[in-house]
């Protein structure tokens, strides 16, 4: 499901669940986020997640979304059409979603991925959608972060000057 082109990875749900939901030939692999600032954590966690399986989407959540995450005020920094496009233009990442609930049980209920992927900050029986993956035959699977790389420090570190 390669494509060189980022706009031809950033579907919308119908046409998401129609090429890559079940039945499949394929191993899918889902993670979701904001990715307001894409760094080196973000690409190293993506890349381990696409090595779980035959192709990765990419949950994003929208402008509305992460403004109710609670991370600020003038979170996020990038618009969601941004943030989408730059994670569609990685190598690693087959397809880009955008989700405008609060967090992306919906989506991954309807999806059903084969391994649905969250960073190592979270909890097991935390991750949204756990519950229908694996009563459909998938594993959930935390991947820990890279030491040293999170969004909010590298934005405090920008407004500092450093």
């Known amino acids: 499901m390669s494509c060189r082109n980022p706009h031809g990875k ?39 997640a696409r090595g779980l399986g035959d192709a990765l989407v990419v949950g994003v959540n929208t402008d509305a979304s992460a403004r109710r995450l609670g991370k600020g005020a003038d979170r996020p920094l990038n618009a969601e059409m941004d943030r989408a496009l730059v994670l569609a233009a990685l190598e690693c990442v087959d397809a880009v979603c955008l989700f405008d609930e609060d967090t992306p049980q919906s989506l991954v209920s309807e999806l059903l991925p084969d391994v649905l992927v969250k960073g190592g900050d979270y909890a097991l029986w935390d991750v949204a959608g756990r519950e229908e993956v694996e009563a459909a035959g998938g594993r959930v699977t935390l991947i820990p972060f890279l030491e040293g790389y999170s969004t909010t420090d590298l934005i405090q570190r920008i407004r500092k000057g450093r």
């Open 10 to 48: 950033v579907l919308t749900r119908p046409v998401l669940l129609e090429r890559l939901g079940r039945p499949r030939d394929l191993t899918l692999v889902f993670t979701n986020g904001v990715f307001d600032l894409l760094h080196r954590g973000h690409v190293a966690y993506l890349d381990a």
